[in-house]
């Protein structure tokens, strides 16, 4: 597998995009995206667990069960979350305007939005954003459909990689967006990938919904699950690889680069968390069982506490121990141990479920730097999970506090 | 009932105690409580569901199962939590300390300890500290102990109620501490309750133990269950009532008197919350069952999200929607109105899953006020529930963050 540094979504065969301002946002910025595919793919999504579902979510729900899926539309600025039968017909008439500029079904098309919850979609707005952003795709929109995505992010998540399939070079690209409500169960906030790989449907479904359990749902922002998280896929076939069709040695080596992409997304959500300072990342090890091992990682990812810490630079593992203390996760306590890890640096501070003489001082350099791993060994099985998350800082406070309605 | 102003725990039949300075505390404030009762009472408590259990937790457990309590001793400044063996040691030592100073046996006496986890407890300040707060038990010390109780607190929280039973006056008081590390799940963070009612210990913990639930567990500061909750009651009789042996009037009145004072001292944690500017209600009615309303309304008091809004005074309550979302409760997305309510005047934002159009100012006004309360009607069956938190600050991230190990 290759990492293509600078390529996007449109560098793989057959992937068109956009991404422009339709005026739904205040600020003026880029607010609607479409990515666009030839040929005739072949999809898999992953949508919210959240009873509350968005309109999109709902709509999509029934697209995504269609044999081809053409395109996907994305907007920013408003989620059409909670907006009843009026925000679940805009969301057909949303559909239905992309299908009728690019010349497909309406079935054809996902649509994903997000943005401010309980607001109708301004329609005076959207539409004439969908028609400009449909007439406008190419092999160049790739970032600027990135860009557009974005609420509360503060960097595009990106990226592109290659690998052989039976002698065909695959391209498999992905966007995402994240910040804040981010605590996906299933889905997350808004992923979209692209590959010309050639796969049968099932196969797709597959390998993308395994992948979703160890990478999207293994990080948490703030604990938030929200009404609007989507993952999804579309496949086109034109790289022209012997087309997979069973769990064999493709599907795995498929499989394997997906888990990759997907965790990779996943990270940089983390990391862009709202008024995040850091990249958190926690590692569970020897756990009974894997239940146990993510329960574990996830508690600790999502403490409140811990999380304070971080930005505190302050190692305070006893509030590590008390989140994987009411996990819900089978352990012994008096097994645990617990060490932090940073550019090649490791430092114990808790061993057998205690605390050991530990150098507070260089502990503290660790937790100075922008990526560190808390590492936690149950010495009670053999099954790992990592998760991941950020520190909580003023500025999730400030963000969250005047965000405005 | 009557509510006892300005009496406190001694005001009780029976009950000394002391609140002194024992030096655990780098500030030099109080940090050494004892509550002593005369007579031969009746105890019940209830502990945290963390699997990891400080040891003064383990210790109490098993004193808990003895058919006299006499003296509950209370320490902040360190929790005595993750501490292995030694830490398991010291809280014996404890016991034993205080059971000789006050001619009692050690299994009579109840340990709580609140503060930093992870360090072993100065044995050289607890010891002295337990001596001196034991020789000074008298009938005025009840105040000082509610205030050798607190850690980041900024107000004690206490209260004290009177009722009758049989023609005899009973005085029930209790003394809380909360702030951090606050999601109750079975106890809470140190909780002490005296009577000079006269009942069986099995009627004390049949009451005690069902309060719990609709009370301390009923509230959340920021999600992390702690390693050390614990409410206890002890009832020593001296009242002169007929003892209650059954589930009787009395019993039943008694009771709803506890059910009283527990969620009130639940309340005043949660509005003495880390860094909380004000105390939020959240009240679920028509849930088809107890668990889908309890479930609903913590759900919501725990969402940072919405809990950044109620900061930020904003009527976000797309917020609060998501996070019945996401509640695991039973409930149907399209029939849930949400209302908010303080101070006489009530505005609602949403109707049947839906936003309405609400006025923004006055919504924002009512949420400047202290106390705000959010009314969500499931309009799916006849069981409620409420839930009580508090906003999330800069203060919170400030106190967590700069907290030192």
Redesign the interface.
């Known amino acids: 597998m290759k990492i293509l540094k600078n390529k996007t979504i449109t560098d793989v065969n057959g992937i068109k995009a956009s991404g422009i301002s339709g005026g739904l946002k205040k600020s003026g910025k880029k607010d609607f995206a479409v990515i666009y595919s030839e040929g005739n793919p072949v999809s898999s999504a992953v949508f919210t667990?959240?009873?509350?579902?968005a309109a999109p979510i709902l709509l999509s729900m029934e697209h995504i069960k269609n044999p081809i899926t053409k395109a996907i539309i994305v907007n920013s600025g408003n989620?059409n979350?909670?907006?009843?039968q009026i925000?679940m017909e805009n969301a057909h008439i949303m559909a239905q305007t992309a299908a009728d500029e690019l010349g497909v079904k309406k079935e054809e098309i996902i649509v994903q939005s997000t943005g401010?919850?309980?607001?109708q979609m301004d329609m005076e707005k959207i539409i004439p954003a969908i028609k400009k952003g449909c007439s406008k795709i190419s092999t160049d929109g790739g970032n600027d459909a990135a860009t557009a995505m974005l609420t509360t992010d503060t960097f595009e998540k990106k990226l592109t990689v290659s690998f052989e399939v039976g002698g065909k070079e695959i391209t498999l690209a992905g966007i995402a967006k994240g910040s804040?409500?981010i605590?996906p169960?299933m889905g997350t906030m808004l992923s979209s990938l692209v590959t010309d790989i050639s796969i049968s449907k099932e196969m797709l479904d597959l390998a993308f919904k395994d992948c979703v359990s160890s990478s999207y749902n293994m990080i948490s922002v703030?604990?938030?699950?929200?009404?609007n998280d989507t993952a999804v896929i579309i496949a086109n076939g034109l790289a022209g690889n012997s087309k997979i069709e069973s769990v064999d040695d493709d599907f795995k080596k498929f499989k394997e680069v997906l888990i990759y992409i997907n965790t990779e997304l996943a990270k940089l959500i983390a990391k862009d968390g709202e008024g995040a300072t850091k990249l958190i990342e926690v590692e569970v090890t020897n756990a009974v069982n894997l239940e146990s091992a993510r329960k574990c990682a996830k508690s600790v990812i999502?403490?409140?506490?811990t999380k304070?810490?971080f930005?505190?630079e302050?190692?305070?593992?006893?509030?590590i121990?008390?989140?994987?203390?009411?996990s819900n996760a089978e352990?012994d306590?008096?097994k645990i141990d617990i060490s932090f890890f940073s550019e090649g640096e490791r430092i114990q501070i808790?061993k057998?479920?205690?605390?050991v003489d530990f150098d507070?001082e260089k502990a503290k350099e660790i937790l100075l730097n922008k990526e560190v791993k808390v590492e936690i060994d149950l010495k009670d099985g053999e099954h790992s999970a990592i998760a991941w998350g950020c520190d909580?800082?003023?500025d999730?406070?400030?963000?969250?506090?005047?965000?405005?309605?």
Chains 1, 2 share one sequence.
């Open positions: 667990n959240n009873k509350v579902k989620a979350a909670c907006t009843g925000g401010i919850i309980g607001v804040g409500m605590h169960d703030d604990g938030d699950t929200s009404t999502r403490s409140s506490l304070c810490a930005f505190g302050d190692p305070n593992w006893g509030r121990l008390c989140a994987v203390g009411y352990f306590p008096n808790a057998d479920g205690m605390g507070v909580l800082s003023y999730y406070v400030r963000i969250n506090g005047e965000y405005t309605t």
